[in-house]
């Protein structure tokens, strides 16, 4: 079974940092372009940072210079370290990977999301 599962939310004072990792598990071919989405109280779901199978990264305005998308192929894992942590950073943290893999007679590419992650930061 092909699956994205996260880890490494939890409960930070602000200025704190967290690092979240989300692993993709199964009979995975390839793993493409990877990314990290939050959705916080009464708000939509946002794009918060995005990594290509190349490396090529993209960050939400809110988050440059404090947090940073990494990833290692070789585990199909992707990382957010998230530093000088802000109350407005409080969110649900979800994991999206587009994931290749064999199925039947086919390689199909299909797009993941992790169960989501807790993030809260208090002031």
């Known amino acids: 079974q092909v699956q994205l599962v996260e880890s490494g939310g939890g409960l930070v004072q602000a200025g704190g940092s967290l690092r979240l990792s989300c692993a993709a598990s199964?009979?995975?071919?390839?793993?493409?372009?990877m990314g990290w989405y939050r959705r916080a109280p009464g708000k939509q779901r946002e794009l918060v940072a995005g990594?290509?199978?190349?490396?090529?990264?993209n960050y939400a305005d809110s988050v440059k210079g404090r947090f940073t998308i990494s990833r290692d192929n070789a585990k199909n894992t992707v990382y957010l370290q998230m530093n000088s942590l802000k109350p407005e950073d409080t969110a649900v943290y979800y994991c999206?990977?587009?994931?290749?893999?064999?199925?039947?007679?086919?390689?199909?590419?299909?797009?993941?999301w992790g169960q989501g992650t807790q993030v809260t930061v208090s002031s």
């Open positions: 990594i290509s199978s190349g490396g090529s990264t």
């Open positions: 999206n990977a587009g994931l290749t893999y064999y199925r039947g007679s086919y390689y199909v590419t299909d797009e993941y």
């Open positions: 199964g009979s995975i071919f390839r793993v493409n372009a």
